[in-house]
């Protein structure tokens, strides 16, 4: 059910005050209404996160021009003028096509897009996502600097969805390791360029609702929960 306003106020004031500095929430506000966002707003919330383009960019100009918008839904590339010119970042890039597509429309509208690669964790529930290897080629790869428009800013991840905690756990240790990897290869590259793509590898966006305050442990700098803010959703 649709949570009122005093909940939602309550429910972000509960979630806020358990995450470590350096930690956002984004609160995931697909298929909620605008009155539920905009009571998230007036409790001091900024940053959103939805998953379909057509809600998204009819969601954008009923909001406060100052709310942050993050896309974290499977982007089809002919829906990129719907969500590029709204979204402060892409959570979502799950596959090379999609992601050579962002390159171009940066670059054919003077932009640079700000982008997390999606590694695919668990199984059952999603088919998006890329390898681990498809990422070490996009970001330690040779045609590293063939990305004008797009700039890589980290991970994102959603755990198997499963009451078994080992298994969550699992998933997120993975996609860390992973993080961590990257960064200290960037690091460890001597040129200037060098340094600016390790500066810019700092986020780790893993953790929803179940299973947000286990992501914590695992460094995330990024949550996306919905149900625990809102209620649930109805489809
Ligand atoms: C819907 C969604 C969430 C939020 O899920 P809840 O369980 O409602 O918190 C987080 N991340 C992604 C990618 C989603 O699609």
């Not at 956002?24 to 009155?35: C, E």
């Not at 966002?37 to 900024?46: N, P, S």
């Not at 990129?80 to 979204?87: Q, R, S």
Request: hydrophobic share 40%; aromatic share 8%; glycine share 8%.
């Amino acid at each position: 059910m649709e949570q009122n306003g005093h909940s939602i106020a309550l429910n972000l004031s509960a979630i806020r005050s358990q995450l470590p500095d350096g930690v956002r929430l984004v609160a995931v506000s697909k298929f909620h209404p605008i009155p539920s966002l905009q009571a998230a707003y007036d409790a001091g919330q900024r940053l959103f996160g939805e998953n379909r383009p057509q809600e998204f960019s009819a969601k954008v100009p009923q909001m406060p021009a100052d709310t942050e918008w993050h896309f974290i839904g499977h982007l089809q590339t002919n829906k990129l003028k719907l969500v590029l010119p709204y979204a402060s970042l892409v959570q979502s890039v799950d596959s090379l096509h999609l992601l050579e597509a962002i390159d171009r429309w940066g670059r054919d509208n003077q932009r640079v897009i700000d982008v997390l690669l999606e590694l695919h964790l668990g199984a059952e529930q999603t088919k998006h996502g890329l390898t681990e290897e498809e990422i070490l080629q996009i970001v330690l790869g040779e045609a590293i600097s063939a990305w004008t428009s797009v700039r890589f800013k980290g991970l994102m991840g959603m755990a198997t969805n499963t009451d078994n905690e080992a298994r969550i756990r699992e998933d997120f240790s993975r996609i860390s390791h992973l993080f961590h990897h990257i960064r200290t290869q960037l690091e460890a590259i001597p040129s200037p360029e060098g340094k600016e793509r390790a500066a810019c590898w700092t986020e780790l966006s893993i953790g929803m609702s179940g299973d947000w305050r286990i992501a914590l442990e695992y460094g995330a700098t990024l949550i996306r929960v919905g149900t625990a803010i809102f209620g649930e959703r109805e489809y």
